[in-house]
Nanobody, 132 residues
Framework: QVQLVESGGGLVQAGGSLRLSCAAS????????MGWFRQAPGKEREFVAA????????YYADSVKGRFTISRDNAKNTVYLQMNSLKPEDAALYYC?????????????????????????WGQGTQVTVSS
């Protein structure tokens, strides 16, 4: 079992930056792949970024590539999403998600990390609002 708590959301002007954090409970955090997703009102939940259990592999949605950076600190059981050059279209409720991945499943990150259905554990979300 993993419990996730997001923080760091808020109101920022377009062009500004925010850093989201997701604190995880549990002793096996380093065994979990982590993802960030977002959902705007009236829209489906969409993939933002994912990171492998070791931090060695990262993936991004095309819409955030070059502006957002996902990272993790396994010693602190925390995953981060640094968001720069924010745009009004980035406004949404941001969720972090976790999934235990067998280290032998070498293709999970490329095949599954973008799919919300592949993650078993979710936080409650943190709101990001971007003013134009």
């Amino acid at each position: 079992q993993v419990q996730l708590v997001e923080s760091g959301g808020g109101l920022v002007q377009a062009g500004g930056s925010l850093r989201l954090s997701c604190a995880a409970s549990g002793r096996t955090f380093s065994s979990y792949a982590m993802g960030w997703f977002r959902q705007a009102p009236g829209k489906e939940r969409e993939f933002v970024a994912a990171i492998s259990w070791s931090g060695g592999s990262t993936y991004y949605a095309d819409s955030v590539k070059g502006r957002f950076t996902i990272s993790r600190d396994n010693a602190k059981n925390t995953v981060y999403l640094q968001m720069n050059s924010l745009k009004p279209e980035d406004a949404a409720l941001y969720y972090c998600a976790a999934e235990w991945v067998d280290p032998r499943a070498l293709n999970w990150m490329t095949a599954s990390s973008r799919c919300p259905q592949e993650y078993a554990y979710w936080g409650q979300g943190t709101q990001v609002t971007v003013s134009s």
